[in-house]
């Protein structure tokens, strides 16, 4: 994962998954990033994938 595209400003939890809710279309790249989102019920775990060892979901509301 290039961290000059995906890095950027450190978001508590509560922050990331109200962000995830509001938004029409998400990259979700991490372990961390990825567990928040299926935890709180906006991906679905047998969505997920992993590409070298990175976890990575996309998210699509429409």
Same mark, same amino acid.
């Given at each position: 994962?290039?961290?000059?595209?995906?890095? &950027?400003?450190?978001?508590?939890?509560d922050a990331?998954?109200?962000?995830?809710?509001?938004c029409? %279309?998400?990259n979700?790249?991490?372990?961390?990033? %990825? &567990?928040?989102? %299926?935890? @709180? &019920? $906006?991906?679905?775990?047998?969505? %997920?994938?992993?590409?070298?060892?990175?976890? @990575?979901?996309?998210? $699509?509301?429409?």
């Amino acid at each position: 994962v290039d961290p000059e595209f995906y890095d &950027g400003e450190p978001a508590d939890e509560d922050a990331v998954v109200r962000s995830l809710a509001k938004c029409s %279309v998400a990259n979700i790249v991490g372990t961390r990033a %990825v &567990g928040l989102a %299926v935890e @709180h &019920g $906006l991906i679905d775990e047998e969505n %997920v994938l992993e590409f070298e060892g990175t976890r @990575h979901a996309q998210l $699509l509301w429409m």
